[in-house]
């Protein structure tokens, strides 16, 4: 399956073959599967915002017939939403508009702004910055963790000095760790595990899936189901860490 998106603006509902089930069906499927740059192919160049098919391939894409792929072909046709290239070998399908369906990178920004205000609850700011002053970035874990080979200094003992340093937030950290922006979904389940789970056994948790070169969030969501069914606490995690590193 290809990544990306596609723009879909609210007033799609109006259109005039929103409400023909297989011809909207089968432009949206077109929309989502349309080359989103230049291609070629047996020496044919394909255009972005075009796709190179037949009707029985469409058929099997989308579960209609191939009679029906023909009826709806012809509508979007009609209206200008297509246009269409035919040998005896295959189609080129051209979407007249593509581009009013591809996001900008201004677009993109917005979009992800107007998301994170509409999705997260409305205290979803506050919480992200009133963990600033509690959550270790993994750098200063492994730092403190040298002070403590040096001096016996337990763990609890290494939190207590790191929370009087500013620190990023649980977000900031995740990104850190995982080199990239997280995506929507991934956020909405970070923001979760906040409510869930002591927001420290959240970055313990980070700082196991890191030692074990696991940057996966289902692989970080299995630790906490299995240290919350195993009744695990931060406290009890300092502890088993202090124990092994004597």
Known sequence: MAEGYIKLFRKFVTWEWYDDINTSRLFLHLLLTANWKDAEWHGIIIKRGSKLTSRSRLAKETGLTEDQIKTSLNKLISTNEITKESTNKYTIINIVKYGDYQISSNDDTQQNTQQDNQSMPNNYPNECQSNANQIPTNKEIKELKELKEDNNTSLKEINKQINNQEKPTLFELFEDEFKRPLTQIEI???????????????????????????????????????????????????????????
Do not use: C, P
């Open 188 to 246: 909405k389940r970070l923001f979760d595990w906040q409510q869930e789970h002591d927001e420290q056994l959240v970055v313990y948790a980070l700082r196991e899936a890191s030692i074990n070169k696991k940057w996966n969030f289902n692989y970080i969501g299995q630790i906490l189901y299995e240290w919350q069914r195993n009744g695990m606490t931060a406290e009890m995690y300092e502890e088993r860490e202090d124990n092994g590193n004597q």
